[in-house]
């Protein structure tokens, strides 16, 4: 079992729904960080956080340490939100340099 | 700033070819990171430095070599190419290990 485990693998969605992606994770963490990989691969750091929740524009992303799980959702879908989602996980216990673990990420497309 | 720039973005090694994948950061940042992504799977890493002098093996190590005489650069070599070896490659840095910038990656096939 995958130390960071993301759920749906894919997911289509119609421009304007509401969408969440979900990472579970089984050790413990210090912070969690969800990327954006869009088509043509570059990546980029959407969120990074330890606890609670945090906002910008349409993108929400919470955890909750207890359970060992982070969302992120999309408020008002549009296509150039269309990208792979990455949620890495740095782990607590011994977790220097090395300690950033990935999970497979979520290849989202919302279509018009 | 440029942030975190590699090179090239794109390459064809033949079995056996040896290459440099070059990575600079402009952010003086003292963590820098080398990551394969193969389809389906999640980012492995390959090699990362604490800072300039210093380095050490990731997850996947093998058939890869890095240095890092300046904080600025951190070049990744590949001797004796392999097929398994074509993937995406993505060169990192960071202030602190847990937030880092990620550069474009090169795409690198070995036939």
């Known amino acids: 079992k995958n130390e960071v485990e993301q759920s749906p693998q894919n997911l289509t969605a119609q421009e304007g729904e509401f969408i969440t992606i979900n990472c579970s994770y089984s050790?413990?963490?210090?912070?969690l960080h969800w990327l954006q990989q869009h088509p043509g691969g570059g990546i980029v750091s959407l969120f990074m956080?330890?606890?609670g929740k945090k906002k910008h524009g349409r993108l929400i992303a919470t955890i909750n340490i207890q359970e060992k799980h982070s969302s992120l959702h999309i408020t008002a879908s549009h296509p150039r939100d269309s990208a792979v989602y990455i949620c890495a996980a740095h782990r607590y216990s011994g977790g220097g340099a090395d300690g950033l673990t990935f999970g497979k990420g979520t290849h989202l497309i919302i279509q018009p | 700033n440029a942030g975190v720039t590699q090179t090239p973005k794109f390459r064809i090694l033949k079995i056996g070819q040896s290459m440099t994948l070059q990575c600079t950061q402009d952010m003086n940042h003292n963590y820098m990171y080398w990551y394969r992504q193969d389809p389906g799977m999640g980012l492995k890493l390959i090699y990362y430095?604490?800072?300039?002098?210093?380095?050490d093996k990731g997850e996947v190590p093998n058939g890869y070599n890095v240095s890092r005489s300046t904080t600025e650069d951190f070049p990744l070599r590949l001797e004796l190419a392999a097929p398994s070896q074509t993937s995406v490659y993505f060169c990192?840095?960071?202030?602190?290990?847990?937030?880092?910038?990620f550069g474009p990656g090169t795409r690198l096939t070995v036939t």
């Open positions: 050790v413990g963490i210090s912070a």
């Open positions: 430095s604490v800072g300039a002098g210093i380095t």
């Open positions: 990192a840095s960071s202030y602190t290990p847990v937030e880092q910038y």
């Open positions: 956080l330890s606890s």
